[in-house]
């Protein structure tokens, strides 16, 4: 399980990050689409790591929202 950011774009497009996986981001159409897509990011991501025998980042943010 991994946590995710998503927010909307400056292009009218949906960017998700994962933060516990440095420079894992995925984009989409809307919020489900970019969701959609942030998932099979991170299982390539964690695929690529366990291919080249390196360890997989523990998922270790914890979140807040700020209102201001």
């Given at each position: 399980?991994?946590?995710?950011?998503v927010?909307?774009?400056?292009?009218g497009?949906?960017?998700?990050?994962c933060?516990?996986?440095?420079?894992?981001?995925?984009?989409?159409?809307?919020?489900?689409?970019?969701?959609?897509?942030?998932?099979?990011?991170?299982?390539?991501?964690?695929?690529?790591?366990?291919?080249?025998?390196?360890?997989v980042?523990?998922?270790?943010?914890?979140?807040?929202?700020?209102?201001?």
């Amino acid at each position: 399980m991994r946590q995710i950011v998503v927010h909307p774009g400056e292009d009218g497009c949906w960017i998700a990050e994962c933060p516990s996986l440095p420079g894992c981001i995925s984009q989409g159409k809307d919020r489900g689409n970019a969701l959609e897509n942030i998932k099979e990011a991170i299982e390539g991501y964690i695929a690529a790591l366990e291919e080249d025998g390196l360890s997989v980042p523990e998922d270790h943010f914890d979140t807040m929202l700020v209102a201001l």
